[in-house]
């Protein structure tokens, strides 16, 4: 079982950047698949990045390709996701999440609010 915490959300004004953490616990960190998700009021939990186990392959969704970038630390059980230009669209609850084997595990989200 993995045990995730995010951290860096915040308030932040329009073009603006910020850093997403997540720190996993458990010693298989690295056989995981990491995804960041974000769920806006109103909106469905969307995908927005996610990076293989190894680390050697990224996807991302549309709106944030070219702005965000998803990378990962296995030494440090930690992934991340580099937002910048950030836009007010944007704004949402980011979710870190792994997954193995059809199996998901999720984090407990953190804010971030863009201002116009």
């Known amino acids: 079982q993995v045990?995730?915490?995010?951290s860096g959300g915040g308030l932040v004004q329009a073009g603006?950047?910020?850093?997403?953490?997540?720190?996993?616990?458990?010693?298989?960190?690295?056989?995981?698949?990491?995804g960041w998700?974000?769920?806006?009021?109103?909106?469905?939990?969307?995908?927005v990045a996610r990076i293989s186990w190894f680390g050697g392959t990224t996807a991302y969704t549309d709106p944030v390709k070219g702005r965000f970038?998803?990378?990962?630390d296995n030494a440090?059980?930690?992934?991340?996701?580099?937002?910048?230009?950030?836009?007010?669209?944007?704004?949402?609850?980011?979710?870190?999440?792994?997954?193995?084997?059809?199996?998901?595990?999720w984090g407990q989200g953190t804010q971030v609010t863009v201002s116009s």
Request: hydrophobic share 30%; charged share 20%.
């Open 3 to 6: 045990q995730l915490v995010e």
């Open 16 to 34: 603006g950047s910020l850093r997403l953490s997540c720190a996993a616990s458990g010693r298989t960190f690295s056989s995981y698949n990491m």
């Open 37 to 47: 998700y974000r769920q806006a009021p109103g909106k469905e939990r969307e995908l």
């Open 69 to 72: 970038t998803i990378s990962r």
């Open 76 to 105: 440090k059980n930690t992934v991340y996701l580099q937002m910048n230009s950030l836009k007010p669209e944007d704004t949402a609850v980011y979710y870190c999440a792994a997954d193995k084997g059809g199996t998901y595990y």
